[in-house]
């Protein structure tokens, strides 16, 4: 993708990651509007070809983030957050932004889990997530995000981060 994506990139996640850390809430007058710039932004620069990179984008970054969010484990706001990263820089270096992504959140969950002492829950909480997913059984283990007691952890510096890292891992 173009080096003109950065800015616009950084100003998304910056501003994200504030609000989701403050608020536990990625706002939607936040993620729409710069999805909807990326898309038009990317179609002005590459004509229907960036915007089919762009939409292709979106699909990947909703597609991946879709099965947390279905699981309980990640808030649509996060989804929300990919896909307006997927619209900028497409569909290749989401990928690479998706895997930065997964890495950095793991070690903020860990670091998180264990400051907290609850290192050995949240390594049994992860586990009945995976296995969530092929016995529907363990789904009932699973707090929601919306319960209580569920530990919640603000995601989208870990989008920033992948995000960021995509521009300098191309």
């Known amino acids: ?30 993620v729409f509007p710069f999805l909807a710039a990326g898309l038009i932004a990317t179609a002005v620069r590459s004509g229907w070809a960036g915007a089919g990179q762009s939409i292709v984008g979106i699909a990947l970054g909703v597609l991946v983030m879709a099965l947390p969010v279905w699981l309980g484990g990640m808030g649509m706001g996060d989804l929300k957050l ?26 903020m969950a860990a670091i998180w889990a264990a400051c907290r002492g609850s290192l050995g829950e ?20 699973i707090p929601a995000l919306s319960q209580a007691g569920a530990r919640k952890l603000p995601y989208a510096p870990a989008i920033a981060f992948g995000a960021l890292f995509s521009f300098f891992a191309k």
């Open 1 to 30: 993708m173009a080096s003109s994506t950065w800015w616009p990139i950084l100003v998304l996640v910056l501003s994200a990651s504030i609000a989701d850390l403050v608020s536990r809430r990625i706002p939607n007058w936040l």
């Open 82 to 107: 990919c896909a307006a990263v997927g619209a900028w820089i497409g569909p290749a270096q989401l990928v690479i932004a998706l895997v930065a992504m997964g890495i950095a959140g793991g070690v």
């Open 122 to 141: 949240m390594l049994d909480g992860a586990d009945n997530l995976v296995s969530a997913i092929w016995r529907p059984e363990c789904r009932a283990s």
